[in-house]
Nanobody, 129 residues
Framework: QLQLVESGGGLVQPGGSLRLSCAAS????????IGWFRQAPGKEREGISC??????????YYSDSVKGRFTISRDDAKNTVYLQMNNLKPEDTGRYSC????????????????????WGQGTQVTVSS
């Protein structure tokens, strides 16, 4: 059974960087699209970055709030998807979760749907001085 574990969160100063990892076990991520979702206190959860499965179109998606600062990538040999976060801002604070969907849908579609096969437990990111 597929399981996802996020890591890499923590406390960082504005302008700093973090790299989040979404490590899979039980199944290969090769056939799964992966999305990163952020939920801040009092706000709706939003899909901030997604990447399609390795056997699909290879597309990526970024929300307007993170485009140009965040980069999503996957390393199928390590069965892990990463989210490199640069120039972090206080508004980036929230709990970051990854989710997997066994689909060949493009990344933008993956980030817009509400149903996923598996969720990780999330990792907290706090951006403050």
């Amino acid at each position: 059974q597929l399981q996802l574990v996020e890591s890499g969160g923590g406390l960082v100063q504005p302008g700093g960087s973090l790299r989040l990892s979404c490590a899979a076990s039980g199944r290969s991520l090769e056939y799964y699209a992966i999305g990163w979702f952020r939920q801040a206190p009092g706000k709706e959860r939003e899909g901030i970055s997604c990447i399609s499965s390795s056997d699909s179109d290879g597309s990526t998606y970024y929300s307007d709030s993170v485009k140009g600062r965040f980069t999503i990538s996957r390393d199928d040999a390590k069965n892990t998807v990463y989210l490199q976060m640069n120039n972090l801002k206080p508004e980036d604070t929230g709990r970051y979760s990854c989710a997997a969907l066994r689909t060949r849908f493009g990344a933008s579609m993956v980030c817009s749907i509400g149903s996923y096969d598996r969720w990780g437990q999330g990792t907290q990111v706090t951006v403050s001085s």
